[in-house]
């Protein structure tokens, strides 16, 4: 695995002379392919780390973390290549993660959720973990136990509203949207016709009309047969909706 150098960024503290303790340092980026439009994100995740290829592995779920414990993330199915080096220098701790700030303030990654509240683009934790099991799911493979990995929601709650459940759902592709448009534009396709048809037929048997008389107007029939059909669909999907029981409040 080769690890890219991207173009180093502002001027930066750091070097023997400061008082802390130092050490080779890195921030890094993960371009991740983006599964709803198929096309690559460039630094969709921005870390830091002073080993990267083990941060790597441990990113994989191939390694332990400090803890013995391995957390593989939940965007690991999506990187595309390996990580590349956005900036290194010698710092303490303080310096690396002010460094990792800048980019993560720069680069606007959506993966990243710690010092990226302001990005409205973030996608919490939680999500990220339910589309994963999306993902896992369409394509045959065990889903993940993340009640072990850490908090089940990485440390955030979800919303109460339970929007957050529409992002999780698989984004639909152009064969799921055709099949949904089918299933509601083939049933007046096929209803409006046969409603036009069986008054076609009253017309001729049960009002004695011949049947040239009975065609000689076709679009007033047609929006006839289209009301009634309409009428019919909103009958039977009222006599089909479950019930609501509404409980009375006790004080």
């Not at 064969?175 to 016709?193: C, E, N």
């Amino acid at each position: 695995m080769t690890f890219t150098v991207s173009r180093p960024g502002p001027p930066r503290r750091g070097g023997p002379s400061s008082g802390t303790r130092q050490r080779v340092g890195v921030v890094y980026g993960y371009n991740l392919m983006d599964p709803d439009t198929g096309r690559v994100v460039i630094d969709d995740y921005v870390g830091q780390t002073r080993n990267l290829a083990q941060r790597d592995r441990q990113h994989r779920g191939l390694a332990a973390q400090r803890d013995g414990q391995v957390r593989e993330q939940p965007w690991s199915d999506l990187i595309v290549g390996g990580p590349h080096i956005l900036e290194q220098g010698w710092w303490s701790n303080a310096e690396l993660d002010a460094r990792e700030r800048y980019w993560i303030g720069v680069r606007r990654p959506r993966q990243n959720c710690r010092e990226n509240e302001h990005n409205p683009a973030r996608i919490p934790i939680y999500v990220q973990r339910q589309l994963r099991d999306a993902r896992d799911v369409a394509a045959g493979r065990p889903v993940r136990d993340w009640s072990r990995s850490s908090a089940p929601f990485g440390g955030e709650a979800p919303p109460s509203d339970r929007s957050w459940l529409a992002a999780t759902r698989p984004a639909r592709t152009a064969k799921r949207r055709l099949h949904t448009a089918a299933r509601v534009v083939v049933p007046w396709v096929v209803g409006v016709p046969a409603v036009w048809a069986t008054l076609w037929l009253v017309a001729v048997l049960a009002l004695h009309q011949p049947a040239r008389v009975a065609t000689s107007n076709v679009t007033s029939t047609l929006i006839a047969a289209a009301i009634v059909y309409g009428l019919a669909r909103t009958w039977w999907a009222s006599r089909t909706r479950p019930k609501r029981h509404n409980r009375r409040r006790t004080r």
